[in-house]
């Protein structure tokens, strides 16, 4: 229900538009990483296995290093090598690969209507939920529970630098939900205390049970957490970073300073330092559940459910 | 150290400037009802106690109606009609109400003043305190601090929707401080992790300890707990609001929605609710200490040392 | 508001009615040691001012064996023994006892109006609160709201084995609250979550801010801070129990097994042991204020206020 | 070792029996539904597979609509029409059906055993466990603790409004426990503070970790963790309702007033309202451990045993 | 109770005596500067009130340049200097140096007594206190509850490096007190759990109610707030640090490495740093109450009791 | 990279290095129990299947009543029995016990390698960690952390009585860890609120996350929690304790007070008890994470992942 992905016509075309930055977020950049495989599947190019091989690993680390935090993109370059691996020769190793990002692509899909599905049951009848900064899969919760007849308020925190917020705000309103509130960061206090529940998006999972999403959003937990209020994180499993298992962190991402405050802006003072971090984490101990498309989970329970969701995806 | 207050002419011009908006922040606006009392005391009218006190009962309605919630005024207004209450004939009067005023303005400039000296001393060398929107007694503590050679960072939460803590970048810039960070409100749990303390200014003082501030020191204090940060407010004990003691809630005013977002910017959501909440109350439990006039004291004494203050004023 | 007091015609007349348990509640105790040593000042007997010493101290120590616990009582003979020892002659020393326990009901009586008069300043309107208990003075607080228009819903926690919240529900009702709710002890939490301010009564104050209250405020004062509700009590000081000062620990009565479940209940198991601990203690911590005669207060400062009053009935 | 469980002779008796209110307890439900599906494989009617479906569908049905709220029941009912699903010919799903009744059947009289012995094992020689409410399975774990020989006392609170915990302290006083106590709901905090161990029964199991039971469980683990008292959950894993997974919440049924308090009972006062939630929710974070036929288990992995126990029962 | 105070005979004497280390604890520290100011008083030598009030500041100086972070002998100081700033003439002022250091000797002495009084009633019966390190206030107090027959348990933690509780351990065994013991610093845990209540002393104690003490002190009360046990501190009022008033930090001494470990210890590693932070600082927020010679105080009135206690001292 | 292991010469041998204390750490008896049982397997006496059953048994239980809390021990002799019940035959059988010990030998070295691997990654460049006792694993991590050019400090608590730290200490120096720091346990809070992370190893693991580690380890988690830093473990799987699914309690061991203080100790008092507590639990809320050899996990997953590792060894 969230913007169409681009129709990508080959594997460069993908590296490309990832390059200029036409996509945008965890589920499209890892639908867009097996786009980039399948059409490494069907390109004319590689005259055996092995080159296939070297053909798709080249992809992959050209994504990898456009995109090196994004966890999606390395879920997938990941599969992808794995199921070469496992095949013994060219043509049943593209059909493989084929196979692999069609399973990958279907389970996209349906994995963010699964989570907007579970997700509404967890709005109530006449409540209120608080959301910080903006994700789709969340914006298509409300959609199913409006649709579905529930009526529901939402207090949306402003999420500066970006203020992504306001497209939920929008897309609220276009759906016809009457009470959409907008508070700036630093209100969400009071707001969070009056809200049945908080939901939040990620950027990535850590096998911990920790979330990374844009920054605030620990601080909303740890507020929701003052007050009892339950909080959700709604994600797809492909968000979680098989790397952290390793021992990687998750890193949180410092963006330019302008996007807080441009040095041509007249209150700017020279000298200072405008940081600009774009992520936190939020601990499992702050999360009640995650909504994925294998359902509800506790937060400390996202890499058995990767694993499960690996082995459907590569069998 | 901070701006100097206007030369008031009159008591109607004390007024007058209030209802202009000429007058800004707690101490000021308790200076500036001083000095309407203290015209009242000069001015050639009243030919009776009688009149005196009515004249100044309604000078003071005056300005408690165009600032219902300022704990300063209220305080003022207060010590000047207790003053009189006392006095049994005109003249005396008249110039007991002179020696309070002028006690009251002797009083308040020292006290921002010594407020900002033992402040300073909180300050660790090498250190980084994390502030929260503006006060210019906070500012004056950073300037002695710097006087006295201490080197120290700042971290400034931007502080929407008015972004009053770029003027404590701007200041601090100026008198030199090197390490003058600013960063967004939803970014502020990192930074506090990472502060020595915390300081915070205040609108009013309530009699149970908390504290009414600027929107986000509520969710400041409650970080600056987790990470076990000490948390200090600045203030003169003259914020005190008594009014508390008989039960009156401290009002968290609301301001104008288009401070924080105008019906006609573009990304305005026709239909939206922008509320703008501009004070929250921190209770006690989150606040180390209250650095007053009369020293550090702990959040709990605040009505002791007001009762004390009170009896040096109108002894 | 409350139940009128006895009208006592002697000494040993309230000496008669504390031991057949007509006496009930703190304050009441308190004035009826009052009137206890009022009626020593004005019987015939002492014929000198050592035997009128003698018959207070004997007076005295009759109440005290019969309610041990009893703060009230033992602030009122403490102040009567104090007042004799200041005096020099018999009847100087009756007049200053007269005028003592004179100023002791009144202000008894004050007290309670006035705690009732600020309590009903903390419910907000359209507002919840939760009570634990019964106390006349949480019931004059809410008659009070009632008659200055408030509109707020009272939600009463059964309070078990006495049920004296029963009392409460009734009273409200003939005042005309309409939203009068009434939960068992266990279902607490889910009230107090939706509450917007838990009032408890007290039987007597700590030096420490600890408040002894009818078994069961505790749990709901720690329910309260799980969920962010602030909690107030509502206590003359005469309630506080100066012993405590000296490392006297409260008593925390247990009372007869009967009153939890009778031996003759066909639901009774022999050899079972059946605990009616009556009272617990809530440490200050847990409490955001205690509404008294001197207006709301921190519980730390419970011993401060009680000096002052102290000083104030004893000149 | 509880009560034995009724011998049905039909679905249809089964179904009587569960309306007329005959089945109780979780565990018991759960049987009663293998029962009536293992009628349903025995009866002579359905003459082809997809009667036989109809029939096994419609006997789940009308027992779900009479107790919507059972996971013991939906459970088995699921349970029956996958295996209905998975057969090809009116016997061999007529024979499958009855053999995975029959190891339900099995599995539950084995489970609670199971529990009751491990849980033994958590009381402490010499030691006290607190427990709220009634579950047949607490009581049996103490009778396998009693005969190996521990010796240990048991505080059971009151449990208002059914005062369940009264049948645990008549059992545990026929098996020779000695030291058996009982406390009102109001006063658990001071006994909590003393036990060992608090054992918990539960009505069902969340997804995310939390557990329903008898209201006042929550409260009862809050008490806990303030003392730092480990928390137990006994339950057969049946009792997992998968359907929380989809975002349903458990409904926490709200019953009959009268049994809280009789309308006709003389201290009811018109007007008033009686609530009685009967179950409430503990977060995981309040429970060490929920001890299941598949041994103790952390809160968060209810879902991941139940999946392995359902691959047992449905091969 | 404690050793008898060195015999000083001049102002040099007690400098002498505090240079060569012979002079240990807060309370013997108050005293010998108040020895040392009134051989000051006594000395032939000052001709002019100017003159001893320079000989005064001078021995002041001496002893503060010693001993800078010792709170007692900066009072005994300031209550000296302010002394003579009161006095017009030599010889009174004379005599009113001897009357105050008459006076703060008296009250050092039943101060420790009283502590030590109300204290042992804080010990229950049949009950376990937890204490760390060594004060011989506390020994008093056991000795106190030993006299009156008190019967109670003691754990002693270890207090490296010093293990001054091993002397308690001694004191107490040699009063008779049959459980007393000895459990590591790292053990503390298992024992705080079990304990009734947890007793520390004093170094110092500050304006905002913290309490500097012992290394150890803080993680003992954070241990006890988690599991609910109360801890009181026991300290007469001259070891509060006014200077932390003035926003002054308490200053945590770091000694000598090799009270933790020899560079000639075979263990030693050359390269490591040993550190020996030899205080630390709890916040009040983990104290239930301070036992001072005014009885029990909550923490943050530590600077109330002090200013009324100044005033008893220097009318 | 630890210290190589014993070369066992038979399985009377490891029994005799068990008793005579040379076995030291939970890995390496774990290896000793592989290298008993494989040297069954290889042993010339049993001439049926039943004899060797018999053996391998007998071998085990001499190893379990010897260590008989020592969880590696455990699961060894568990995995040979399960062996052993699955053959059929004496060769088989030989073969198959020869198999499962060399991989369990395997296992375990690469175990404490990947452990250390994964760990290494978890210091932060120019960081702090902070451990308490020794381990190897956690000396390997630092090792590992060294050769890929990481700079960072480690902070070792003293861990009395064993002071196992200096071990660590030692080692670090060794590998040319500048910043080594040795602090006792006592003063464990300032280092640890400095600290980025905080490393403990384990002695066993239990099923509900809880992990048991020397004595301290506990506080120094409450103490982490408190200041927001995280606690990893680092832990090979094999430590995992299976008995406690069945309820087991992990035992903490009681040893010599003679480790703590000689009786033949000048300081140590006559009739004092020394208590020696050896081990305490962390439990799992207080850990951010297990380090395995399965990668980091949260605490709760430790029975999953034993399971998957068991599947592993005993196909």
Same mark, same amino acid.
């Given at each position: 229900m969230s913007l169409p992905d681009i129709e990508f016509t080959s594997a460069d075309h993908v590296i490309a538009e990832i390059r200029d930055m036409n996509v945008k977020g965890g589920s499209p950049f890892g639908r867009a990483a097996a786009w980039a495989h399948r059409w490494v599947a069907r390109e =004319? +190019? /590689?005259?055996s296995l092995e080159a296939l091989r070297r053909r798709s690993a080249d992809v992959a680390a050209q994504m990898a290093e456009l995109k090196p935090t994004m966890a999606t993109i390395a879920n997938v370059n990941t599969l992808a090598a794995e199921c070469l691996d496992d095949a013994a020769d060219l043509e049943p190793a593209r059909a493989a690969l084929e196979a692999l990002t069609a399973r990958i692509l279907d389970h996209s899909y349906a994995a963010v209507d699964s989570v907007a599905q579970v997700a509404a049951e967890l709005i109530p009848e006449g409540g209120t939920v608080l959301m910080h900064s903006y994700s789709s899969t969340l914006v298509d919760s409300y959609r199913v529970a409006v649709q579905t007849g529930r009526r529901f308020g939402v207090v949306c925190t402003e999420? $500066?630098? @970006? $203020? %992504?917020?306001l497209n939920a705000v929008r897309l609220l309103r276009e759906m016809g939900c009457e009470d959409v509130r907008f508070v700036t960061d630093a209100a969400m206090a009071e707001s969070v205390r009056r809200a049945d529940v908080v939901f939040l998006g990620a950027d990535s999972l850590s096998v911990d049970g920790s979330v990374a999403n844009k920054i605030g959003s620990f601080t909303v937990a740890l507020v929701a957490r003052h007050y009892g209020v339950p909080v959700y994180v709604l994600s797809e @499993?492909?968000?979680? #970073?098989?790397r952290t298992a390793a021992g990687a962190s998750i890193e949180l991402e410092m963006r330019e300073p302008e996007e807080v @405050?441009? =040095?041509? #802006? /007249? *209150?700017f003072v020279p000298g200072m330092t405008v940081v600009n971090q774009f992520f936190d984490l939020t601990p499992p %101990?702050? *999360? $009640? +559940?995650i909504v994925t498309e294998r359902g509800v989970i506790p937060p400390y329970l996202v890499s058995s459910h990767w694993d499960a969701l690996r082995r459907e995806l590569l069998p």
């Open positions: =004319a +190019g /590689p005259a999420s $500066r630098p @970006l $203020r %992504e917020s @499993l492909l968000k979680y #970073d098989a @405050l441009r =040095a041509d #802006d /007249p *209150v %101990e702050l *999360v $009640r +559940g």
